[in-house]
C-alpha cells in the first residue's frame, strides 16, 4: 500500500473511532446511538465504495492506455 493509501485509511479509522467514542458518551437511548452508528458507518461504507471504484477506473484507463501503447509499439517496430 502506497503512502497516500495508508494516509485515508488512518484517516478514515480516525473518524470511524472518533465517531464511535462521541455516539457512546452522548445523552440518548442505546438504540438512537445504534441507529446512528449504523447510518454512519454505511456512509463511510458507500465513501469508501466510490473511491474504490473511482481507482478502478482509473486502472482501467491506465490499462487500456498502456494497451494501446504496446499495439502501436508492435505495428511500428515488429511488423
Given at each position: 500500500?502506497?503512502?497516500?493509501?495508508?494516509?485515508?485509511?488512518?484517516?478514515?479509522?480516525?473518524?470511524?473511532?472518533?465517531?464511535?467514542?462521541?455516539?457512546?458518551?452522548?445523552p440518548?437511548?442505546?438504540?438512537?446511538?445504534?441507529?446512528?452508528?449504523?447510518?454512519?458507518?454505511?456512509?463511510?461504507?458507500?465513501?469508501?465504495?466510490?473511491?474504490?471504484?473511482?481507482?478502478?477506473?482509473?486502472?482501467?484507463?491506465?490499462?487500456?492506455?498502456?494497451?494501446?501503447?504496446?499495439?502501436?509499439?508492435?505495428?511500428?517496430?515488429?511488423a
Amino acid at each position: 500500500m502506497n503512502e497516500n493509501g495508508k494516509v485515508v485509511v488512518g484517516v478514515l479509522a480516525g473518524l470511524i473511532a472518533g465517531a464511535a467514542i462521541g455516539f457512546l458518551l452522548a445523552p440518548e437511548k442505546g438504540s438512537e446511538i445504534r441507529e446512528r452508528i449504523n447510518d454512519t458507518l454505511k456512509s463511510v461504507a458507500d465513501d469508501i465504495q466510490k473511491r474504490v471504484n473511482e481507482q478502478v477506473d482509473i486502472l482501467k484507463d491506465k490499462k487500456s492506455d498502456v494497451s494501446h501503447a504496446a499495439h502501436e509499439f508492435h505495428e511500428d517496430f515488429v511488423a
